[in-house]
């Protein structure tokens, strides 16, 4: 990999920049030293903050992040609802979720009567009520089901809790149905605002996550840097058939690992 030719990096954040509420701080001080010289955007699979809510959160660790350097599944969401013209939809996601979507999508009613789709995002406010509400629904053969994004888990710093992954296993015991799209990671249309910007020999992707955060780098044929500093391990990436371009304790470490190659 040539990182002389790298201007656009893309970071998964939580398990790549911090750990629940705890910075990584290799990770965090690499990023405020490069500000000037590189293009950083984060991404995150998490469904359950707002926008806003992830700014403060990189703001308080002193990274100027602003909400024009997020990205997001609910942009992609977003658009494939526009352009089925559903304008009705059950939501199981938190209230920041659900306040995001209405903002982004103000004309869609986030309702169960005449739900056209069951939108599943990372519902920590999560109520037997919803999802008996959105089980019933999901047996109805043309209501459609979507999901913001596929993990299994999301890390925290006590460990793995439960994410949209699971969730989907739930409702597939329970109604016989997966979701017919789901957004985000590894689904390169999250990075399709980014790839109309930047030649892909322009951007890398880092991040600790092989199953979406290096399966979408490879979807959308680009440079993955593996951070070690959140869920997979060096044995992890050992047995994939393509190997990270760059292996790293964390994104500090990772400049230095490009420089001896």
Known sequence: MD????????????????????????????????????????????????????????????????????????TP???????????????????DFRRDLAERMPELAQTEEGAQAVILAYDTELTYEKLARSALLL??????????HPDFVCPSPEGPLPDVGSMIKLYEAATGRVPQFVFGKPDPRVLAPLLARYPREAMVMAGDRLMTDKKLAENAGIDFILVLSGEATRADAEREDMPPAIIAEHLGLAWPAVDRR
């Open 3 to 74: 990182w002389t030719k790298k201007r656009c990096v893309v970071l998964d954040m939580d398990g790549t920049v911090y750990l629940g509420d705890r910075p990584i701080e290799g990770a965090v001080s690499f990023i405020r030293a490069h500000w000037e010289h590189l293009d950083f955007f984060f991404l995150s699979n998490n469904t359950s903050k707002a926008p806003d809510t992830y700014v403060r959160k990189l703001n308080g660790m002193g990274i100027p992040a602003t909400r024009e350097r997020l990205l997001s599944p609910v």
């Open 77 to 95: 969401l977003v658009d494939f609802l526009r352009e089925r013209r559903i304008g009705t939809a059950y939501v199981v996601g938190n209230s």
């Open 139 to 148: 047996q109805k053969r043309d209501v459609l089901f979507l999901a913001t």
